[in-house]
C-alpha cells in the first residue's frame, strides 16, 4: 500500500517543458553550441549541469563553476520572461484528493526558483517535501533526488510511487528502487519503456491516480 506519492513538475504537474526548452535552445545558441528542443526534451529531468554537461561535451566543451552560475542565471531570466505555463487540466482537482490521503512530494530537475515558483501558484499548500535540481549532487537519472524525496517524507521505498514523464526521471526513479508511472506528454510512450506502467495522456494517469485512492478504500 503506498503511503506517499512524489511527482515530477515539469510535464506531470504543469505544462512547462517548452518554455523550458525554449530558454535552453537560446542560451545554448548564444554559447555557439547547437541544440534543439528535441534534444532537451529527451533529456528532462536532468538538472542545470546536467544539461550544460550533455550539450558542452557533445561540442567537445567542459563547464567550469562559473559558466555553471552563469548559464543558469541566463536560462532562469529567459524562462521567467517567457513562461505561459498551466497546469494540466484537473490535476489540481486530483492532488486536492490525493493530499488528503497520502504524503506528496515534488523531485523536480529544475532550479530551485522556478519550481518553487510554479508550485506555489499553481498548487499552494499541496506538498510536504520539494526538491529541486539545486538540492542534489546528482541529478537524474541518478537516484539521489528520488532518495531524497522518500528520505524527507519519512517514509520506505516500498510505501512509495513516483509519477515521471521523462526517460531519465524514470532511470532515476528506478535506480532508486521506487514503483514508477509515466506519462507521454512531449516523447512517444516507448521512451519511457523502463518505466512500470505508462500512460498515453494526463487523462488516464488521472484515471490511474483516483482510482488508487478507491482501492485504498476497500
Known amino acids: 500500500m503506498f503511503k506517499g506519492i512524489v511527482f515530477d513538475s515539469d510535464g506531470v504537474l504543469v505544462d512547462s517543458m517548452p518554455y523550458h526548452a525554449q530558454a535552453w535552445v537560446k542560451v545554448f545558441e548564444d554559447e555557439g553550441v547547437y541544440a534543439s528542443e528535441d534534444?532537451?526534451?529527451?533529456?528532462?529531468?536532468?538538472?542545470?549541469?546536467?544539461?550544460?554537461d550533455i550539450f558542452f561535451e557533445k561540442d567537445g566543451r567542459k563547464a567550469?563553476?562559473?559558466?555553471?552560475?552563469?548559464?543558469?542565471?541566463?536560462?532562469?531570466?529567459?524562462?521567467?520572461?517567457?513562461?505561459?505555463?498551466?497546469?494540466?487540466?484537473?490535476?489540481?482537482?486530483?492532488?486536492?484528493?490525493?493530499?488528503s490521503r497520502y504524503k506528496l512530494a515534488v523531485a523536480s530537475g529544475a532550479d530551485r526558483k522556478i519550481v518553487n515558483s510554479l508550485i506555489s501558484r499553481f498548487y499552494p499548500d499541496t506538498f510536504?517535501?520539494?526538491?529541486s535540481g539545486e538540492d542534489v549532487n546528482n541529478g537524474k537519472p541518478d537516484p539521489e533526488p528520488y532518495l531524497k524525496a522518500v528520505d524527507r517524507l519519512g517514509l520506505e521505498k516500498e510505501e512509495c510511487l513516483v509519477v515521471e514523464n521523462a526517460p531519465l526521471g524514470v532511470r532515476s526513479a528506478k535506480n532508486a528502487g521506487l514503483y514508477c508511472v509515466a506519462v507521454a506528454t512531449y516523447i512517444e510512450p516507448e521512451k519511457l519503456s523502463e518505466a512500470d506502467r505508462v500512460f498515453a495522456d494526463h487523462a488516464s494517469l488521472i484515471d490511474y491516480l483516483k482510482g488508487l485512492t478507491l482501492s485504498e478504500r476497500e
Do not use: W
Open 39 to 52: 534534444e532537451v526534451y529527451e533529456i528532462e529531468g536532468s538538472n542545470h549541469k546536467g544539461v550544460i
Open 64 to 99: 567550469d563553476n562559473d559558466t555553471y552560475e552563469e548559464l543558469l542565471q541566463k536560462k532562469r531570466a529567459l524562462f521567467m520572461e517567457n513562461n505561459r505555463a498551466e497546469p494540466f487540466v484537473n490535476m489540481r482537482e486530483c492532488l486536492q484528493l490525493l493530499h
Open 128 to 131: 510536504d517535501v520539494v526538491i
